[in-house]
């Protein structure tokens, strides 16, 4: 299998083992992924390119850049993988202590590049501001994943909805 070692409830499961920490194109019902072809319709008509199949299914790369919910994924699919309304994720995004402005170097990078103004910088004695996401505003988008110097934000399950 591609000389990766399998866990034991990966081979009792035919090989496959889920991934619950991928992030999934917005609209993509998780119960429709094993009618996924992976044909790739999605990976070429992603405009900003961070589609792209894992094991056979979809999957986003947020260091290749942001989604803009633009639907072209769900579009292009062949199959009936997505809602009409490319507008939920399967993750939120998190800032690890790894970020910079933890670190006590003032860094804004990740303010600068979200779109939805849904990273804010609390004030600090003694040190730079901190990033907080502002949950309500935060769409996932995952513009700050990739703008981030020291890597620190990533797209993380929700779980009541990771399904995959």
Do not use: W, Y
């Not at 995952?142 to 981030?148: D, E, N, P, Q, Y």
């Amino acid at each position: 299998m591609g000389g990766q070692a399998l866990s034991r409830r990966s081979f009792l499961r035919g090989g496959r083992h889920e991934t619950p920490a991928a992030a999934r194109p917005p609209g993509l019902v998780f119960e429709r992924l094993g009618d996924c072809t992976a044909c790739g319709a999605c990976e070429e008509v992603c405009p900003t390119g961070i589609v792209s199949l894992f094991e056979g299914t979809p999957v986003l790369d947020f260091t290749a850049g942001e989604c803009t919910f633009c639907g072209a994924c769900g579009d292009a699919c062949p199959e009936v993988l997505f809602d009409e309304a490319p507008s939920t994720f399967n993750h939120a995004i998190e800032i690890a202590n790894t970020c910079l402005a933890k670190a006590g170097i003032s860094c804004m990078t990740c303010r600068d590049s979200c779109p939805e103004d849904a990273i804010r910088f609390r004030p600090r004695i003694g040190g730079p501001f901190l990033p907080e996401i502002v949950e309500d505003a935060c769409t996932g988008c995952g513009a700050c994943i990739a703008s981030c110097p020291s890597q620190a934000i990533a797209a993380v399950p929700i779980p009541e909805i990771a399904h995959g």
